[in-house]
T-cell receptor
Framework: DAGVIQSPRHEVTEMGQEVTLRCKPISGHNSLFWYRQTMMRGLELLIYFNNNVPIDDSGMPEDRFSAKMPNASFSTLKIQPSEPRDSAVYFC?????????????FGSGTQLSVL | QKEVEQDPGPLSVPEGAIVSLNCTYSNSAFQYFMWYRQYSRKGPELLMYTYSSGNKEDGRFTAQVDKSSKYISLFIRDSQPSDSATYLCASMLSGTYKYIFGTGTRLKVLA
């Protein structure tokens, strides 16, 4: 299995631009998570999908952030407009189930820099 | 107060040393406890996974949970330079999907 695949690996953009991050979860996994990692705050859950449906988006910082999961093998996280404080590493993760006994598998992340 | 707290380190040890990494958590209802290892510029990968209290051993790694003191530990025996990474602890309530992560402890094992 190829694991969770994220693209791009690195994104450098200017303030105000739209940024789209992409994720392909592990085949057969029905839960997908988007996390943001910073030195100060660590890993923070942004949004959780189960069976392609957004279940919890309480971690999405502002209306500038949106996420979609049009099918079981693809998800996007969009930031519009981007701001310098959005600079972080964004991880997508997937798991087979929706509860604690199912383990979480992470992608390699997207390093986002907003200038 | 964060729900899961970790000392950020860095922690530097010589090769072959026993390493002790620790976390504390505040929610007594947490039932699942995990340790993730994260190499530089990579995503976290699951290292150890325990349910409720007790010890779990896997090769050179031992995870320990003390629910009475809300303390989570990871011990690494015969540490190797390849163990140099950031170690994240995480906790979760039973029946939920929300992993609560610590900020990670950076470990350097010197050859």
């Amino acid at each position: 299995d190829a694991g969770v695949i994220q693209s791009p690996r690195h994104e450098v953009t200017e303030m105000g631009q739209e940024v789209t991050l992409r994720c392909k979860p592990i085949s057969g996994h029905n839960s997908l998570f988007w996390y943001r990692q910073t030195m100060m705050r660590g890993l923070e859950l942004l949004i959780y999908f189960n069976n392609n449906v957004p279940i919890d988006d309480s971690g999405m910082p502002e209306d500038r952030f949106s996420a979609k999961m049009p099918n079981a093998s693809f998800s996007t996280l969009k930031i519009q407009p981007s701001e310098p404080r959005d600079s972080a590493v964004y991880f997508c993760a997937s798991s087979r189930g929706s509860q604690g006994e199912e383990k979480l598998f992470f992608g390699s992340g997207t390093q986002l820099s907003v200038l | 107060q964060k729900e899961v707290e970790q000392d950020p380190g860095p922690l530097s040890v010589p090769e072959g040393a026993i390493v002790s990494l620790n976390c504390t958590y505040s929610n007594s209802a947490f039932q699942y406890f995990m340790w993730y290892r994260q190499y530089s510029r990579k995503g976290p990968e699951l290292l150890m996974y325990t349910y409720s209290s007790g010890n779990k051993e896997d090769g050179r790694f031992t995870a320990q949970v003390d629910k009475s003191s809300k303390y989570i530990s990871l011990f690494i025996r015969d540490s190797q330079p390849s163990d140099s990474a950031t170690y994240l602890c995480a906790s979760m309530l039973s029946g939920t999907y929300k992993y609560i992560f610590g900020t990670g402890t950076r470990l350097k094992v010197l050859a």
